[in-house]
Nanobody, 118 residues
Framework: QVQLVESGGGLVQPGGSLRLSCAARGSIFSPNTMGWYRQAPGNERELVAT???????NYADSVKGRFTISRDSAKKTVYLQMNSLKPEDTAVYLC????????????WGKGTLVTVSS
């Protein structure tokens, strides 16, 4: 069974940077997609960025040019480098793993809190 372990959240000032990590534990198969979503209090969960096992990336318009998603397939880990952070980026960031091989699997991590405040 795939489990996701996130790390890297915390408190940062506006304009600062953070890097989130999400490691997948267990056997995973390709093709698959790993990514980051976020949920602020009172808001719906929204996509931040995803990356496929083939390296195709997708970003929300609100983070383009500021956030970069990457993955290390050998470590089964996905990263989210967040630069030029804004107060509106404050949210719980959740990692997701999705695949259809050998069966449909959708797994969520527990989330890590990112707070952008002075």
């Amino acid at each position: 069974q795939v489990q996701l372990v996130e790390s890297g959240g915390g408190l940062v000032q506006p304009g600062g940077s953070l890097r989130l990590s999400c490691a997948a534990r267990g056997s995973i198969f390709s093709p698959n997609t790993m990514g980051w979503y976020r949920q602020a209090p009172g808001n719906e969960r929204e996509l931040v960025a995803t990356i496929t096992s083939g390296g195709v990336k997708n970003y929300a318009d609100s983070v383009k040019g500021r956030f970069t998603i990457s993955r290390d397939s050998a470590k089964k880990t996905v990263y989210l480098q967040m630069n030029s952070l804004k107060p509106e980026d404050t949210a719980v960031y959740l990692c997701k793993f999705a695949t259809t091989v050998p069966v449909v699997i959708n797994r969520w991590g527990k989330g890590t809190l990112v707070t952008v405040s002075s």
